[in-house]
């Protein structure tokens, strides 16, 4: 599965307090629309010809000491200094790379309490990176750094006054994909930095990018002043009903590296550096099983009665796992709701245990309200389209939650889902995909519906990504091929307080009813209280017609799915459409005693009368059904 990491920070206006200049009320609304609202306009990059970057060597704690650090004017010493959020100004140009270097006096002047939050990322990871940091913002923690392994995002970092330093690394500005060689390579400028840094004597919290802090975990980690490392895990069974440490005996899942804590005491120096030699002696080893083979090596006794803390490592260590009701995977937010029902206050969130990529991530921190976009992703040309799932009771809740209970249910809302996708194809809009309801969890192996000892409610609210392959939504496919694209956004948009008021104000409910009855019928006539009465199963033609008088409308909002649309009168965009939204669609895993395990959806099931959701037979099934 892939893990990953978390980040933490510290009073991020804590300068900007201290300076008393009336003046400041202007700057703080420029500073919070640029980090919120980053520029992708290339050519507001000026990127220099410089490639200096650290070496793998320099990286090398043992080895800080000696590097010969250039000697960098004034003013590009202060890129390391600068008030974070305090954005440079345009008419200056950006100082050479030299400045950027990681270096025992950037971060003494980021370091607070003696602890240093650190992330780092290359350009694909930016957006993440700037939540990253304006979630940090809104806690008022600033004792954090960026690494940037990429000039691209250096440059781009720089110029929004977020503290970053430069890996050197020499990595593509592309999204890597979990599990690819450069996804490895990442992993271990992970262990290199470690060792770089907790030999200077600082505590250290590393995360990964694509997660988000909630609360500000600080005076959590400081409740344990005797734990040399306290990492998050993948576990999903709770062990604690409270916000103390997981019972360590009882935690049978991977420790994730995604969020982890570090103070720089011997046994923690010696595990760093025995897991960075580890993963450079074999490129293939991934860098969170390398360091749960070391730091399981010897597991126990505990170190006392109380603390929750156990000897570990090399006898020496003491390790401390973070619970993961509180510091949430995937799983135990986005599917258990682990913190609500134990009524819990989480820390932070790590988008793991989830499908579709980095696209389904992204989804996910989306419906959760928690990604940062800019202004035209809430205003889109066009507008948006939504409506109100109807859901029949018994298709939630009667009979036994089996597969194909959960089959019938997901099934019940792809329908409804295909016919929004047509609609907004048609009226050209942006659909807002409502919330899914599933019966039954999604993993990577067989499981009996849930897993045994989690808090999964049934049925509950999944992601998006558990039915539908949210990356293939977004990918952009030729049109003559595929038919004009068609956007979607999460479900809770439009409750999201970014939503502007000028799209709030611009609302049109639609009511579908049946033709022939009272006021039912084609017309752009409103009632008094702004509805539309509009007929059920009206075709291509009816639509344009009527809905041309509303395309300034910004959301259109459908009381129902049910039987709304007959269909493209255009054979060539209707298989087009269907050969679209087909690849919409993935899969189920995984049934118990059969290889392979999986069912795939079919957003076509209903015209198939002898659909049912059985895995593939033979291997020549074993494919998508388009």
Not at 108 to 127: C, E, H, L, S
Request: aromatic content about 12%; some cysteine.
């Amino acid at each position: 599965m892939a893990c990953e990491e978390v980040l933490h920070s510290r009073p991020l206006f804590l300068t900007i307090y201290t300076v008393v200049i009336i003046g400041i009320v202007f700057s703080s609304f420029y500073v919070f629309s640029a980090i919120r609202y980053p520029s992708t306009n290339p050519s507001s990059w000026s990127l220099s010809n410089e490639d200096v970057r650290l070496t793998e060597q320099t990286l090398n704690g043992s080895r800080l000491a000696t590097v010969a650090v250039p000697s960098v004017p004034p003013e590009a010493r202060d890129v390391r200094t600068r008030p974070i959020l305090d954005v440079p100004p345009r008419n200056k140009q950006r100082p050479p790379l030299e400045a950027f270097r990681l270096t025992k006096e950037l971060i003494q002047k980021r370091v607070k309490d003696n602890i240093i939050i650190v992330t780092f990322g290359n350009y694909a990871f930016m957006d993440f990176i700037l939540t990253w940091v304006q979630q940090l913002n809104d806690l008022e923690v600033s004792n954090f750094l960026v690494g940037a392994m990429d000039t691209k995002l250096l440059e781009a970092l720089y110029w929004k006054g977020i503290p970053v330093f430069d890996m050197g690394s020499h990595m593509s500005t592309e999204d890597v994909g979990w599990g690819s060689p450069t996804f490895h390579k990442m992993g271990r400028e992970k262990v290199i930095l470690i060792n770089l840094i907790l030999p200077l004597g600082y505590e250290l919290l590393m995360c990964d990018t694509d997660m988000v802090w909630l609360k500000n975990p600080l005076p959590y980690l400081a409740r344990y002043p005797g734990a040399d490392v306290l990492t998050s895990s993948d576990q999903v069974v709770p062990t604690v009903v409270d916000d103390s440490l997981e019972i360590w005996q009882e935690v049978g899942a991977a420790y994730n590296i995604g969020i982890f804590h570090w103070r720089p005491t011997k046994s923690a120096k010696k595990l760093a550096k025995e897991w960075k030699e580890l993963l450079l002696a074999d490129d293939k080893i991934w860098d969170q099983n390398g360091f749960n083979e070391i730091i399981h090596r010897q597991l126990g006794p505990s170190v006392d009665e109380d603390s929750g803390l156990v000897y570990a490592y090399d006898g020496n260590l003491k390790l401390g796992i973070l619970p993961s009701s509180i510091f949430c995977s995937g799983h135990t937010y986005f599917v258990q709701a682990m913190y609500q029902q134990l009524k819990l206050e989480p820390y932070a969130v790590h988008t793991t245990f989830q499908y579709a990529g980095t696209e389904g991530k992204r989804h996910r921190l989306r419906e959760a309200m928690f990604f940062h976009d800019p202004p035209e992703y809430y205003n889109p040309s066009g507008g948006f389209l939504s409506f109100k799932p109807s859901i029949p009771k018994s298709l939630l809740l009667s009979g036994n939650h089996t597969i194909e209970s959960h089959f019938t249910l997901v099934n019940y809302q792809i329908k409804q889902i295909r016919t929004a996708l047509a609609i907004a194809s048609l009226l050209n809009r942006t659909l807002v995909v409502p919330p899914l309801w599933c019966r039954v969890d999604r993993l990577w192996f067989p499981h009996p519906g849930v897993l045994e000892g989690s808090m999964t409610r049934q049925p509950f609210l999944c992601p998006l990504d558990h039915v539908f392959e949210v990356n293939a939504m977004l990918k952009e496919l030729p049109e003559e091929e595929f038919g004009p694209g068609i956007d979607i956004r999460e479900y809770s948009l439009l409750d999201n307080p970014s939503l502007p008021s000028e799209v709030k104000k611009s609302w049109l409910d639609v009511h579908l009813c049946k033709e022939g009855t009272q006021d039912c019928v084609a017309s752009n006539n409103t009632t008094i209280g702004g509805v539309l009465k509009f007929p059920r199963h009206s075709n291509e033609e009816t639509y344009k017609k009527i809905f041309s008088s509303f395309k300034d409308i910004k959301v259109i909002q459908f009381s129902s799915m049910q039987d709304a649309f007959t269909g493209f009168r255009d054979k060539e965009r209707e298989d087009k459409f269907r050969k679209r939204v087909k690849r919409y669609v993935g899969i189920w895993c995984c049934v118990l005693d059969h290889t392979p395990g999986h069912i795939y959806y079919d957003m076509y099931w209903d015209e198939k009368p002898e659909w049912k959701p059985l895995p593939p037979q033979t291997s020549a099934d074993d494919h998508p059904p388009w």
